[in-house]
């Protein structure tokens, strides 16, 4: 019984090590794995960022009407930071977007305008 223990308890530590290294690792990348992980990490925060739409690198990958965007976002600070998403349909050319973001995984997303987005992140958008 006591070696059961142990190597629950042994299991549960280097599971929770993995989990923790994974958080850490992943938590700034934008590609499928990031968002995968970002969504359940408990090290990312859930935070606005800020969006321009640019068109010229969206696609269809779906062939669905779903387009697939790889823009750089801001926080409200101005910090950059390379964001993954898909919109529903091909969003406007140059409009802004904010979205909700938990490391690199997009909650949601809608649009904002000009007054409600934050000088630093607006700054660095234009």
Do not use: W
């Amino acid at each position: 019984m006591k070696n059961l223990f142990k190597f629950l308890l042994s299991l549960i530590l280097i599971m929770s090590t993995g989990y923790l290294f994974l958080c850490i690792s992943m938590k700034n990348n934008p590609g499928e794995m990031g968002q995968a992980v970002n969504k359940f990490n408990i090290l990312a925060k859930e935070e606005p960022r800020y969006v321009k739409i640019d068109n010229t690198h969206a696609r269809d990958e779906d062939g669905y009407g779903n387009y697939k965007y790889n823009l750089k976002s801001y926080n409200e600070q101005g910090i950059e930071q390379p964001i993954e998403f898909t919109g529903m349909g091909k969003l406007k050319q140059g409009h802004y977007l904010k979205l909700t973001t938990k490391g690199t995984y997009v909650i949601t997303y809608e649009e904002a305008f000009e007054n409600s987005i934050p000088k630093e992140a607006y700054d660095r958008l234009n």
